[in-house]
């Protein structure tokens, strides 16, 4: 029996993931990636970097970002410490859920992952203080090809749930342009 429950989001290459929690009288394991046990469940990705981020406070999003081509990355994204909202972007052009998002909470309590495929835009939103991420990614760091949309851009209409005088951003995703105006899409 597979270690992983998989559950496809309304944009189906989006994927929540459970692998499986063993308690005991010490605390638990879990393993959090199994490369054969991901393939088998059709999911055949070579991930070649592990970011960690924290953030202090409740409210921080980070985000809209992605890498265009040829240096995109596939990241599978879990939680440490606290909880977040996860977003991804459909940023394919040819794709018939270009520009809709969709969005799953993720925490260090549930033990769920998300697989956000390459070719969306990603961004979390902390909703506990002390959040902690851990996420593997499928391509270097780009810095030539690290690319954002605006948070709040009006054409995407995500459903933050937060005000935008209480967000807490970069200097850069203050600034990062909307989607209409960015050319370094997907095909
Ligand atoms: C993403 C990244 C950043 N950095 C550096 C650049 C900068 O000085 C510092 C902070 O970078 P940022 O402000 O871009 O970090 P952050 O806003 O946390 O960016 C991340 O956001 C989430 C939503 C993602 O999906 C990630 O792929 C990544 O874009 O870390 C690296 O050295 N390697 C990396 O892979």
């Known amino acids: 029996m597979s270690n992983l429950k998989i559950t496809p ?48 406070e409740p409210g921080t999003l980070r985000g809209l970002h992605y890498q265009g081509a040829p240096h995109a990355q596939d990241k599978l994204v879990r939680v440490l410490r606290g909880r977040i909202l996860d977003v991804a972007v459909d940023l394919r052009r040819s794709s018939p859920t270009f520009g809709k998002w969709v969005s799953a909470e993720i925490s260090a309590e549930a033990w769920n992952q998300i697989l956000v495929p390459a070719g969306f835009a990603h961004a979390i939103l902390t909703l506990e203080p002390h959040t902690e991420l851990l996420y593997k990614v499928s391509n270097y760091y780009a810095p030539s090809h690290d690319f954002g949309i605006r948070w709040n851009d009006p054409e995407l209409a995500i459903d933050w749930p937060i005000s935008e005088d209480k967000v807490i951003l970069s200097d850069k995703d203050a600034k990062q342009p909307f989607l209409k105006d960015v050319a370094d899409l997907f095909d």
């Open 9 to 56: 989001l309304a944009i189906p290459d989006v994927l929540v993931i459970e692998p499986k929690k063993f308690g005991d009288h010490r605390g638990f394991f879990s393993e959090t990636y199994n490369a054969r046990a991901f393939a088998d469940a059709g999911i055949d990705l070579r991930f070649v970097q592990d970011n960690h981020s924290y953030s202090a």
